[in-house]
């Protein structure tokens, strides 16, 4: 499977974005799919998680209350709102066909990944 992330870009505080992620090369329906992100100097770290049937989805408590993560036939997204300075970041998209629910929040239970969008608030 190979994860495109897409939807970054520039926003002011306060704004909203919406990442998108896209699978090719085959369907990545039966993965579950979660994002994280990475600031300048700083360790990559979960952000939300959606499991593969949709029922069930996680958030970093940096984001929850501010973000969604939602997924359709072909894609992952994820809605952030309220964007502050510290959300600044390139945020991937990774994907793995059998995390368990206690894993979810780990980057080593994902076998796949996309190749990152940048997301820069400005104050």
């Known amino acids: 499977v190979q994860l495109q992330a897409s939807g970054g870009g520039w926003v002011q505080t306060g704004g909203s974005l919406r990442l998108s992620c896209a699978a090719s090369g085959r369907t990545f329906r039966s993965h579950s799919v979660a994002w994280f992100r990475q600031a300048p100097g700083q360790d990559r770290v979960f952000v939300a998680a959606?499991?593969?049937?949709?029922?069930h989805t996680y958030y970093a408590d940096s984001l929850k209350g501010r973000s969604t993560i939602s997924r359709d036939n072909a894609e992952v997204h994820l809605q952030m709102d309220s964007l502050r300075p510290e959300d600044t970041a390139v945020y991937y998209c990774?994907?793995?066909?059998?995390?368990?629910?206690?894993?979810?929040?780990?980057?080593?239970?994902?076998?796949?990944w996309g190749q990152g969008t940048q997301v820069t608030v400005s104050s």
């Open positions: 959606i499991k593969w049937n949709s029922r």
């Open positions: 990774a994907a793995d066909p059998s995390v368990i629910q206690s894993n979810l929040r780990s980057q080593s239970a994902y076998a796949y």
